[in-house]
T-cell receptor, first 117, second 112 residues
């Protein structure tokens, strides 16, 4: 199946710093990517929808200035957690749809675990 | 997307079939049933999906009741590596966003 890769897989940072997480579709072009976050023992919560060449659409309650999303190419979307604080510590997961036509199948990255000290 | 109800957790003996139920009594005619699973500290993995007919692939079988109000995911010979959280999701396949809304899922523990 199609491959979605995230980098880094884990990161530890100091409070107040910014962290960038990359999501790449390795063998297909993704016009749309989705960013989720997941707290321990909880389900995935959609944060935003990332569209190539346009501004991301954020879910209610998600601060767009806090979580900057850039989708500059058909194979790369980035999530930047700005001025990170301990409460931003979470598992961040991206997903992408292969191709323009709906295949009914989304592919997920391996996830990126952020720990803010 | 319609809401689903799944048991919080289930146990299964290694080598036996794991049958994971899902209720989706408010499913619409154009909504599909999707199953994903998430192994600890990994991203979700697509398993299978179907509309009304039963489906089978190399990973699992999906049995959908005739009224489509419930379904069962079957792992025919569960292994320890099948221990994961299994998510049942109903969604319109051709919606504009294609994002997935995850519920609580079923935490399947496969025991030796």
């Amino acid at each position: 199946g199609a491959v979605v890769s995230q980098h880094p897989s884990w990161v530890i940072c100091k409070s107040g710093t910014s962290v960038k997480i990359e999501c790449r579709s390795l063998d297909f072009q993704a016009t749309t990517m989705f960013w989720y976050r997941q707290f321990p023992k909880k389900s995935l919560m959609l944060m935003a929808t990332s569209n190539e060449g346009s501004k991301a659409t954020y879910e209610q309650g998600v601060e767009k200035d806090k979580f900057l999303i850039n989708h500059a190419s058909l194979t790369l979307s980035t999530l930047t957690v700005t001025s990170a604080h301990p409460e931003d510590s979470s598992f961040y997961i991206c997903s992408a749809r292969a191709g323009l036509a709906n295949t009914g199948e989304l592919f997920f990255g391996e996830g990126s675990r952020l720990t803010v000290l | 997307d319609a809401k689903t109800t799944q048991p919080t957790s289930m146990d299964c003996a290694e080598g036996r079939a794991a049958n994971l139920p899902c209720n989706h009594s408010t499913i619409s005619g154009n909504e599909y049933v999707y199953w994903y699973r998430q192994i600890h500290s990994q991203g979700p993995q697509y398993i299978i999906h179907g509309l009304k007919n039963n489906e089978t692939n190399e990973m699992a079988s999906l049995i959908i009741t005739e009224d489509r109000k419930s379904s069962t995911l079957i792992l025919p010979h569960a292994t320890l590596r099948d221990t994961a959280v299994y998510y049942c999701i109903v969604r319109v396949a051709h919606n504009a966003g294609n994002m997935l809304t995850f519920g609580g899922g079923t935490r399947l523990m496969v025991k030796p």
